[in-house]
Structure formats: C-alpha cells, structure tokens
C-alpha cells in the first residue's frame, strides 16, 4: 500500500482531545498534508482538557494550528462545519483516509445514519460511500446499546472502530505514554511508520 500523503482529521466534543493533538503532531512530522475538521463542542473541550485555545473561525484556526505544530504553509488546512466546497466534501477530491479522532456518541450515530448534517458527517459519508478508509476514535465509557449498535454497524460497512482504551503492557509511565499507545494504533491503521510504541514480539525478533 504506498504511504499517504494527505488524511482527513475529524476532531469533535468527546473527552480527549489530547489524542487529536498528538495525531496531527505526527502527522505533521512525516510531511503529510492534514485537512482538519473541528467542531463547536471541540473547540470547548479542547479548551477545558489542554492549554489549545482554538480560535473562533476556520482561518484562524488553520494559522493557530500551522504555527504551533510548526507545519508548513499548506501543510494544515481547516474547513468550516458547512464548506461543502472543501475537498472532504466529495468522492472526487476526498483523501483515501479519515480519522474522527476523538469520536463524539453524537457524531458516531450521525455517520452511523448517514445524517450529513454539517461537514464531518458528509466527510465521514464520503469516505464509506467510496470505500475509503475510516478510523473512528470513540471515548466514552460505558457504551450503551445504541453505542455499540451503530459500532456494529459502521464495522460492517468497512470502517474501523478503534477505541480510545490505552493498554498497559508496555508500563507507561505517563498520561503521555498512554496517548501515544492509542496514536500508535491510529498510525499503524493508517500504515504510516511510528516510533511511538514498541510493537508486541519485537523484543523476540
């Protein structure tokens, strides 16, 4: 599979924004281009959880960003929740791979139903309707019938349901530790390189 060059991020209002920020952090640093997607509950999360003080419009954010993960010009693009003119938008211009990182309940039952009710949606519709690659970050706990529903179901229709669950076997020692565990994950789906986390058995090769 040859590497990506440009991925879709999604960032809405669960807890754990800290993964989202790691992501793009990585993303960054392996030159791939991140068309990024934030939603109004983000914005307020990102500013309870960690010191990211998103700005209010797309363009702001999308200068905020570029200068805090120190991408290059381009590198970081930010698309209003109704640019239904932004390359995610359609089959014909969307990357091969979306990440919703981290996933809402709200937006997982919104692509789940195929709502399309803001652009996230219509991202995440895209990139099932295309066959495309759809990673899917959920934080929450515990899962309620309807949760695990519409994870059955977005599984079924190709996407991956790919939990915010660090494990522990590799001893963390910090919250740090434990984000990249999951981050690791997410880049292993993604088939791009990490060095984030040893991975299992290595240490028997």
């Not at 099932?128 to 229709?157: C, D, N």
Request: some cysteine; proline content about 6%; hydrophobic content about 45%.
């Amino acid at each position: 599979m040859p590497q990506l060059d440009r991925v879709s991020l999604a960032i809405t209002g669960a807890s754990g924004v800290q993964y989202a920020e790691r992501l793009l952090y990585c993303l960054i640093a392996q030159d791939i281009q991140v068309l990024v997607m934030i939603s109004k509950a983000a914005q307020v999360v990102a500013a309870a959880e960690t010191d990211l003080k998103l700005p209010g419009t797309p363009g702001e954010q999308e200068a905020y960003l570029t200068e805090r993960f120190g991408a290059k010009a381009g590198q970081i693009k930010v698309f209003g929740r109704e640019n239904w003119f932004a390359p995610v938008a359609s089959g014909s211009g969307a990357p091969s791979a979306m990440v919703v990182c981290p996933c809402s309940t709200g937006t997982l039952s919104a692509i789940a139903t195929g709502a399309s009710n803001n652009l996230i949606e219509r991202a995440a519709d895209v990139a099932l309707k295309e066959r495309r690659q759809l990673i899917v970050v959920p934080r929450e706990a515990p899962y309620s019938e309807i949760h695990l529903e519409h994870m059955l179901k977005l599984t079924r229709m190709g996407a991956v349901i790919l939990p915010a669950s660090p494990g522990f076997y590799h001893k963390p020692e910090s919250v740090e530790q434990m984000i990249d565990f999951i981050v690791a994950r997410i880049l292993s789906q993604l088939g791009l390189p990490q060095d984030l986390m040893p991975r299992w058995g290595d240490q028997l090769l």
